[in-house]
């Protein structure tokens, strides 16, 4: 057992030391562009953000509309203290991310007694209220935008290893006793209570983590795009992220991945449709809710996949 | 000490008086049985003792501890666990995975050290698995261990349950209809597995369950509830013979 884990762990490492080797080649060959480069940050930055939500929505399978809520909170403090207290790039992204952990505690702590629907508004509202604060605050200079803090030399590299950061910690986790009290969470919280798993303390535990790496998704997004306007965060963009994860399979860490790199790229091909996107992502949350509502998951499933036994996700 | 007492315990539901003035004490290492007619309140018993229901009157005492002011985490650390009447398992979890959950507390290693693949990590995960496996040894699971806990057969799923809940190391186990769904084999089976649970565990259990042969069979006592209360209480030949008990039962086959 602990073998495998080891083996498997060392074979993801060298999977992802294979990309970054080819993407850094192809970056200092010219074939992929400046153009390109951003949209591969901006990959990294997404699947921070689907990943992060996956533990919350999909592991503890509380369904949240308020991400981009904690990536704004990550994303200004991290600015704020470059900005004002010149604080060096990764401890500025530091506390940004222990900023948006530490407001997602808060959030959690009286809400996370709520399901489904009701969790689902309030992390919305909370979502609006934080845009409306940086908005109206003089510190983030509100609609014009918050500017000059962009620090020098950080390049891909840096946005590429906080995903495989992200994955790597998320992905142990899910593999710990803790990991498995938050799942159990998710299957049924009534027995996971008697046997003896403390679940208000884990929904708040996964809540924070989740929170705590979409601060880091929100640092990363203020230094490569250097101006945060609040607007960015709204909740489309919550509804954005929560679209990679169910698209991804919820409490599925590999899906939450692809989802995120695809749902970067394929817009960029899809330039005509940007109008409908919001449109397209509504239809797949309400496909989504539907299919797991009637449980019709592993009928879908079996009929599209002809194989003997369904998967068991991982 | 009695293990657990519970005292005038009572709890309504709008208008109905599901559990009234329960009266019933055990000790250790004890196997009582719980019967009654269809909706009489045992299972309402079970979630009063387990703190998934707050009574509205009454006292339950485990162990020296009032129970009242308990969540039913808490009560379940202090040493009371259960298994459902329908049986509630983590279905997409696997079998052993499900036995791990029960054995969460049995292990103190750090968040920080699964992050960081230290030795604590793997020692405690290596000992978990091995109390897991040994567990669904007890109850013939091992083969299972890697299956999906909703893709067992149904027997083999109320085994696990039992299982999941000797994990969280009880000193009380509350069985709710184990033996229901079971063949007349298997339900011989699952005897046997509860007589052998509470001597290797030196546990006390409580059971409910409509199969009178097991009950009879395996129980040194047994109350019967009725109408939410204590009807009679005794053993099993004492039951048999009570004239109000088959009045309950007889009156309720209509
Ligand atoms: N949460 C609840 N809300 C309202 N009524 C309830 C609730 N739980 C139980 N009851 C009622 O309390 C009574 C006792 O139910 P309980 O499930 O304890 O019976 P039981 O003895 O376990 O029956 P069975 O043998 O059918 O399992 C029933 O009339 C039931 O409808
Ligand atoms: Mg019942």
Redo the contacts between chains.
């Keep these: 057992m602990k073998k495998k884990q080891i083996k498997d762990l060392i074979i993801s490492f060298i999977a992802a030391l294979v990309i970054y080797g080819l993407i850094m080649f192809l970056m200092s060959a010219g074939v992929v562009d400046y153009y390109w480069s951003g949209i591969l940050i901006m990959a990294c930055i997404n699947v921070i953000l689907a990943t992060s939500l996956n533990l919350a929505s999909g592991y503890l399978g509380q369904l949240t509309l308020g991400h981009a809520g904690f990536m704004s909170v990550g994303a200004y403090t991290s600015a704020l203290c470059s900005l004002y207290l010149h604080l060096p790039f990764l401890l500025s992204l530091l506390i940004g991310a222990i900023a948006a952990c530490l407001i997602g505690i808060l959030i959690g702590i009286p809400t996370l007694r709520l399901k489904g629907d009701y969790l689902c508004i309030i992390t919305l509202a909370f979502n609006e209220i934080i845009r409306v604060i940086m908005l109206n605050l003089s510190i983030t200079n509100g609609a014009k935008g918050l500017m000059g803090f962009q620090a020098m030399n950080i390049d891909f590299s840096v946005y590429f290893i906080s995903a495989v950061i992200t994955i790597y910690v998320i992905y142990c986790v899910v593999k710990s006793r803790h990991g498995r009290a938050i799942i159990s969470i998710c299957e049924d919280e009534t027995a996971s209570e008697l046997s003896g798993i403390p679940t208000s303390y884990y929904k708040i535990l996964a809540f924070a983590i989740s929170a705590f790496f979409a601060g880091v998704a929100g640092g990363l997004y203020a230094q490569y795009m250097g101006m945060l306007v609040p607007s960015t965060f709204d909740y489309n963009k919550s509804v954005e992220i929560l679209v990679m994860v169910v698209l991804g399979g919820l409490g599925n860490l590999k899906g939450s991945i692809i989802a995120a790199i695809v749902m970067t790229i394929l817009p960029e091909y899809l330039r005509a449709f940007a109008d409908y996107r919001m449109l397209l992502y509504a239809v797949v949350l309400i496909a989504a809710m539907i299919i797991k509502e009637k449980n019709l998951g592993p009928r879908i499933k079996s009929k599209f996949f002809k194989n003997k036994t369904v998967e068991v996700d991982d | 000490m009695s293990l657990l007492k519970a005292e005038g315990l009572g709890i309504q539901f709008g208008g109905l008086k599901a559990v009234d003035e329960f009266n019933f004490e055990m000790n250790q290492n004890q196997l009582y049985g719980l019967i009654g007619p269809n909706g009489a309140g045992k299972t309402t018993v079970f979630n009063l003792l ?1 703190g ?1 229901y707050k009574p509205t009157s009454g006292q339950i005492i485990f162990n020296g501890k009032s129970l009242l002011k308990m ?3 808490q009560i ?2 202090l040493g009371i ?2 298994t ?1 009447q329908n049986i ?7 079998v052993i ?1 499900n036995v ?6 049995s ?1 103190n ?1 750090s ?1 920080l050290s ?2 960081l ?1 230290l030795p604590s ?2 020692k ?3 000992a ?2 091995e109390m897991a496996m040994s567990l669904l040894r007890v109850f013939d699971l091992e083969k299972y261990a890697d299956v ?1 806990a909703g893709n067992l057969p149904y027997g083999k799923q109320r085994k696990l349950e039992i299982a ?2 000797l ?2 190391s009880p000193k009380l186990l509350l069985l709710d209809e184990p033996a229901a769904g079971m063949n007349p084999i298997e339900t011989e089976e699952l005897m046997e597995t509860i007589k052998i649970v509470r001597e290797k565990f030196s546990i006390a259990i409580l059971l409910i369950e409509h199969d009178m042969k097991l009950v009879m069979g395996i129980c040194e006592k047994i109350a019967v509830l009725n109408f939410g209360t204590v009807l009679a209480f005794g053993t099993p030949d004492e039951i048999k013979n009570n004239p109000d008990v088959i009045a309950a039962y007889l009156g309720n086959e209509e």
Excluded: N, W
């Excluded at chain 2, 509630?88 to 696997?94: E, I, N, P, V, W």
């Excluded at chain 2, 791990?100 to 507390?105: C, P, Q, T």
């Design positions: 387990t998934v969540t039913p985490t379940t650390q666990a259960r459902f509630r398992l983590f279905k997409k979890m696997s995975d791990k959950v029960g054995l969460h507390h292990q290693y968040l699964s992050i693949h990590y793997f405690g995960e290596e978990m698995h999906k999941r809940a994990a969280t």
